[in-house]
């Protein structure tokens, strides 16, 4: 394993400090392992609480500011937080208005954040992200992950709670986003998680796994490497045979799981952007880069989100964090 | 009668396991889940064991809370609610008494696996730890109502864990990140079961 780290058991800690020097307007819990907007709580307006396993930078931490998250609680890598982190997160960002989880489907993640929503007297609402078309037979497993969609749905309801909308209406606003989300992703190589040491399954050099989740799960199944334009339609195929993208305007998200270039990123997004017009989909808005990863895997995932106007117009407004900026 | 101190000693007895098995553990999960298993449980149970030596408890009920909520704050994953919310109701159904005898300590154990269910939901045969705790408590429960002795029936549960354990590895996942592989996570022992027999050798070996 070659990484820069000083130590595997202090990785999220030591990254938490960097962050904390690098963006002085965010205040870091260290002891909580928080990342918190500068100005939290902010009155009146609904807060924002998201989180997860670390590993899948900038996702949470590097969404946390005016226009997206009010705060997000790291957990070790690839661990949910626990609900200690999630409950002072919650109190720490109520500005009376009530506070929205936004949890990604993972049993760990669900059953933490459901605990901490327990255990706190602040009115709580909460969005369970699940879009990843990989995981077809929802009856027999844990649900659809929450994969790609989240970011388009932090980015859309930070949005909306910065307009003052209440709780009910952003915490409607955040399931229709998941409704009309979905993802497909794939790997060329593993990634290590530092405390393993080792990568966590082995990819032979001429193969790659097509439906892996963000944590180095293996995925649906293993095919023989292809040319980017093949790649291409394996992730976009059984993302447009699962929703009707055909009749609304179309923010395209495609998304570097850590290692793979922008370079590639942007030569695959050329090729996703060809399938879409071929299938009559109508692109409004795109978004390219590693936003949700997965330590050192090379590989992406596409998401398309069908909007609308008003969902158009929430991307659109303007954002300020380390991991999404612009109009602001 | 099942002290105060055998309790200490069956939960030390499970911290050392963990940490002895941490690697293990975490080989299991690396094949059907995030490679976190061992490290994580391995985590949770030296917070638990540093507990231990810091303070003493004059209740079975006390000293489970304790042991529960530092799991819950301790290990994240699924793994901290499962295993936190199985020794808070253990604790619960033992109350502020002293020591237990059999058939409490077969309660409280019940009332910890009721809480695994509510949390997690699981049923026999998604490869989860259930599928080894549940057989492990039937046995528990079939030996004291024929008359065996704590001892023996806690060798029994034990070996209805590993049972339990070694059956999960040819079922298909329907629960947590392994059931994402489908047909996939078959051949493999869950890692969840796993830790859970630890648990029962543990007690079988502390308890009686």
Same mark, same amino acid.
């Given at each position: 394993?070659?990484?820069? /780290?000083?130590?595997?058991?202090?990785?999220?800690?030591?990254?938490?400090?960097?962050?904390? &020097?690098?963006?002085?307007?965010?205040?870091?819990?260290?002891?909580?392992? /928080?990342?918190?907007?500068?100005?939290?709580?902010?009155?009146?307006?609904?807060?924002?609480?998201?989180?997860?396993?670390?590993?899948?930078?900038?996702?949470?931490?590097?969404?946390?500011? =005016?226009?997206?998250?009010?705060?997000?609680?790291?957990?070790?890598?690839? @661990?949910? !937080?626990? !609900?200690?982190?999630?409950?002072?997160?919650?109190?720490?960002?109520? +500005?009376?208005?009530?506070?929205?989880?936004?949890?990604?489907?993972?049993?760990?993640?669900?059953?933490?954040?459901? %605990? $901490?929503?327990?255990?706190?007297?602040?009115?709580?609402? @909460?969005?369970?992200?699940?879009?990843?078309?990989?995981?077809?037979?929802?009856?027999?497993? $844990?649900?659809?992950? +929450?994969?790609?969609?989240?970011?388009?749905?932090?980015?859309?309801?930070?949005?909306?709670?910065?307009?003052?909308?209440?709780?009910?209406?952003?915490?409607?606003?955040?399931?229709?986003?998941?409704?009309?989300?979905?993802?497909?992703?794939?790997?060329?190589?593993?990634?290590?998680?530092?405390?393993?040491?080792?990568?966590?399954?082995?990819?032979?050099?001429?193969?790659?796994?097509?439906? /892996?989740?963000?944590?180095?799960?293996?995925?649906?199944?293993?095919? !023989?490497?292809?040319?980017?334009?093949?790649?291409?339609? %394996?992730?976009?195929?059984?993302?447009?045979?699962? &929703?009707?993208?055909?009749?609304? =305007?179309?923010?395209?998200?495609?998304?570097?799981? +850590?290692?793979?270039?922008? &370079?590639?990123?942007?030569? %695959?997004?050329?090729?996703?952007?060809?399938?879409?017009?071929?299938?009559?989909?109508?692109?409004?808005?795109?978004?390219?880069? =590693?936003?949700? @990863?997965?330590?050192?895997?090379?590989?992406?995932?596409?998401?398309?989100?069908?909007?609308?106007?008003?969902?158009?117009?929430?991307?659109?407004?303007?954002?300020?964090?380390?991991?999404?900026?612009?109009?602001? | 009668?099942?002290?105060?101190?055998?309790?200490?000693?069956?939960?030390?007895?499970?911290?050392?396991?963990?940490?002895?098995?941490?690697?293990?553990?975490?080989?299991?999960? #690396?094949?059907?889940?995030?490679?976190?298993?061992?490290?994580?449980?391995?985590?949770?149970?030296?917070?638990?064991?540093?507990?231990?030596?810091?303070?003493?408890?004059?209740?079975?009920?006390?000293?489970?809370?304790?042991?529960?909520?530092?799991?819950? #704050?301790?290990?994240?994953?699924?793994?901290?609610?499962?295993?936190?919310?199985?020794?808070?109701?253990?604790?619960?159904?033992?109350?502020?008494?002293?020591?237990?005898?059999?058939?409490?300590?077969?309660?409280?154990?019940?009332?910890?696996?009721?809480?695994?269910?509510?949390?997690?939901?699981?049923?026999?045969?998604?490869?989860?730890?259930?599928?080894?705790? #549940?057989?492990?408590?039937?046995?528990?429960?079939?030996?004291?109502?024929?008359?065996? #002795?704590?001892?023996?029936?806690?060798?029994?549960?034990?070996?209805?864990?590993?049972?339990?354990?070694?059956?999960?590895?040819?079922?298909?996942?329907?629960?947590?990140?392994?059931?994402?592989?489908?047909?996939?996570?078959?051949?493999?022992?869950?890692?969840?079961?796993?830790?859970?027999?630890?648990?029962?050798?543990?007690?079988?070996?502390?308890?009686?």
């Amino acid at each position: 394993m070659k990484k820069l /780290i000083n130590d595997p058991d202090s990785v999220v800690a030591e990254a938490l400090r960097g962050m904390a &020097l690098a963006h002085p307007e965010l205040r870091v819990d260290h002891e909580n392992r /928080i990342v918190f907007r500068g100005d939290a709580p902010v009155r009146g307006k609904v807060g924002l609480v998201s989180g997860g396993g670390s590993g899948h930078e900038p996702m949470h931490g590097g969404f946390v500011g =005016p226009g997206m998250l009010d705060a997000a609680c790291a957990g070790e890598v690839f @661990t949910s !937080p626990v !609900p200690d982190q999630m409950v002072a997160a919650t109190q720490g960002v109520d +500005g009376g208005a009530g506070v929205l989880h936004i949890v990604k489907n993972y049993t760990g993640d669900v059953m933490n954040f459901e %605990m $901490a929503a327990e255990l706190v007297e602040t009115e709580v609402a @909460t969005v369970v992200v699940d879009d990843d078309v990989a995981v077809q037979d929802s009856l027999y497993t $844990a649900g659809r992950r +929450g994969v790609g969609t989240t970011v388009l749905l932090e980015k859309i309801v930070g949005a909306a709670a910065e307009q003052g909308r209440p709780l009910a209406e952003v915490a409607d606003l955040a399931r229709k986003v998941n409704d009309r989300g979905r993802s497909m992703g794939m790997a060329l190589t593993s990634c290590t998680v530092p405390a393993a040491g080792q990568p966590t399954f082995d990819l032979p050099e001429d193969e790659m796994e097509i439906g /892996i989740g963000i944590h180095g799960e293996p995925g649906r199944r293993r095919v !023989p490497l292809a040319p980017a334009r093949e790649i291409a339609e %394996m992730l976009v195929e059984p993302v447009l045979s699962d &929703l009707d993208f055909t009749s609304a =305007p179309v923010i395209c998200f495609v998304n570097g799981m +850590g290692a793979s270039p922008l &370079l590639e990123l942007y030569l %695959m997004y050329g090729e996703v952007a060809a399938l879409l017009e071929k299938a009559g989909v109508r692109v409004a808005r795109s978004l390219v880069g =590693p936003y949700i @990863t997965s330590l050192d895997m090379a590989g992406c995932s596409v998401t398309l989100l069908r909007a609308d106007d008003d969902l158009l117009a929430l991307w659109d407004a303007p954002v300020r964090t380390p991991g999404l900026r612009w109009g602001a | 009668m099942t002290s105060l101190d055998s309790l200490v000693s069956w939960l030390r007895a499970f911290a050392a396991s963990v940490e002895e098995q941490k690697d293990a553990l975490t080989a299991l999960d #690396s094949a059907i889940g995030d490679a976190d298993h061992g490290a994580n449980m391995a985590r949770g149970m030296a917070a638990v064991v540093a507990a231990l030596d810091a303070q003493s408890f004059d209740s079975v009920g006390a000293l489970f809370k304790k042991v529960g909520m530092t799991l819950v #704050s301790t290990v994240g994953g699924a793994s901290g609610p499962l295993y936190g919310t199985l020794f808070l109701r253990f604790g619960t159904s033992a109350g502020e008494v002293s020591e237990l005898d059999p058939q409490a300590l077969a309660k409280a154990l019940r009332a910890g696996l009721e809480g695994v269910v509510a949390r997690g939901r699981p049923e026999a045969g998604d490869k989860t730890m259930f599928d080894a705790l #549940s057989p492990a408590l039937d046995a528990l429960d079939a030996a004291l109502s024929s008359g065996a #002795s704590l001892a023996d029936a806690l060798t029994a549960a034990s070996r209805a864990a590993d049972a339990g354990r070694d059956a999960t590895v040819p079922m298909l996942a329907r629960k947590g990140r392994a059931s994402y592989l489908g047909e996939r996570s078959v051949g493999h022992q869950d890692p969840g079961a796993t830790s859970t027999a630890l648990l029962v050798a543990a007690a079988a070996r502390t308890l009686a």
